[in-house]
């Protein structure tokens, strides 16, 4: 651009807490991606491919607190043989009995979410369980966290009223208020062929990434070690080959019923209702199982994700894809043209748009890490876990 006067505005987007989905839809809603082109998003993949219509759908995540705040008011004390006796605010079930009944009555309660209507998840971690001795002492505070994965925005929200109509009736019976800090919101995607076809024909033309024997020899040295004969080539084929995006499109297809447009979920979806996004993906070696019923242990793709030799083939295919992309968007006014003509037609008129879906988290919300999450810490015993002493309850129910 600068060699040859290409007059345009490039920003980097390296955002964090990918997995928790936690930072795009901030970014969104404060209007860090208004204003924009186009979007190029990557990811390292099994495959060399683009994404083509069957994207990734929405996530939702949230943390429920529940806090006994006032144990002494749970019984009449009237109503006890004791009277005003010590032990009577003990008697109160806490907030750790509310976690358990939030979490067991969730479980009893899936099939009035979605029961076999296609791929849709709903995991739950349990981060704080109570803060009390047993003892005569009622446990004070608990918190638990959902994160659920639809197709669609109108299963996220039922989901969120059974949830929210657990937490509450769990919070009444074990004298507890409960409240909820949003952690993430995402739209389902938004799919712009335009985009793709351009990056794809980028791909095409750069070809995959090529791997030497430093890369296999890792990979060799990985199945030596689990007691597993090395093969010539430890990786897959489709590492090193291009698979079309109509190909991949099926391959995704293969297992969901007709009616689904989406699948799983992350966050760059967040992208595509502001400008037109193309979402890319490259190698990212994985290890060649020497039957169909052999699965590595997870430790291997880690470890092949720590190496230079194995990582940097398919990233910096990617590097170049990109590179070739945008060139294309800044110099060819058709090939922009052409992808926001779709985006307009796709949202109903752009950003605002009648088939527009805006930001879904508030646009005051604030980033939740002030959450108690566990952190890792040096003691004199060495390395340890611990709770953070910030607590935020959130929204009452």
């Known amino acids: 651009m600068e060699k040859h006067n290409i007059k345009g505005t490039l920003k980097f987007f390296g955002e964090p807490a990918e997995k928790l989905c936690g930072s795009k839809p901030i970014h969104a809603t404060k209007g860090y991606y208004d204003g924009f082109d186009a979007f190029i998003a990557y990811h390292p993949w099994p495959q060399n491919t683009v994404e083509w219509q069957t994207h990734f759908g929405a996530y939702y995540a949230c943390v429920f607190t529940f806090e006994c705040k006032a144990p002494e ?122 985009l793709a076809d351009l990056t794809w024909r980028n791909l095409a033309q750069i070809g995959p990434p090529e791997y030497d024997e430093s890369a296999k020899a890792f990979g060799r ?96 295919t990617a590097g170049r894809t990109i590179a070739a992309t945008i060139l294309d968007l800044l110099t060819q006014d058709d090939e922009l043209a052409k992808a926001k003509d779709e985006f307009v037609t796709r949202t109903g008129g752009g950003v605002g748009g009648k088939h527009w879906v805006a930001p879904l988290l508030p646009a005051d919300i604030v980033p939740p890490h002030d959450l108690r999450w566990p952190e890792y810490v040096q003691t004199a015993r060495g390395e340890e876990w611990t709770i953070p002493t910030a607590l935020t309850s959130g929204e009452k129910l």
């Open 221 to 316: 040295e990985i199945q030596r070690n689990l007691g597993l004969s090395q093969m010539d080539n430890p990786f897959p084929d489709a590492i090193t080959h291009l698979t079309p995006p109509e190909v991949y499109e099926e391959q995704v297809r293969s297992t969901l019923p007709p009616w689904q447009k989406f699948i799983g979920a992350d966050d760059y979806v967040e992208y595509m209702w502001h400008a037109p996004t193309v979402r890319l993906l490259t190698a990212r070696p994985r290890l060649r199982p020497p039957s169909s019923t052999y699965q590595y242990p997870a430790w291997t793709y880690l470890a092949l994700g720590g190496r230079p030799e194995v990582m940097d083939p398919g990233m910096f």
């Open 73 to 194: 008011a749970w019984v009449d004390l009237d109503l006890l043989p004791d009277g005003a006796g010590p032990r009577a605010a003990g008697r109160v079930t806490g907030a750790i009995d509310a976690l358990m009944l939030m979490y067991t009555n969730t479980k009893f309660t899936r099939d009035a979410m979605f029961s076999n209507t296609g791929n849709w998840t709903l995991n739950e971690v349990i981060l704080t369980a109570g803060d009390a001795t047993a003892d005569n002492l009622p446990p004070r505070i608990s918190q638990i966290q959902y994160a659920w994965r639809t197709p669609d925005l109108k299963m996220q929200e039922w989901i969120w009223q059974v949830l929210r109509q657990n937490a509450k009736h769990a919070a009444e019976i074990s004298g507890c208020e409960v409240s909820v800090r949003w952690v993430s919101k995402t739209r389902v995607a938004l799919p712009n062929h335009a």
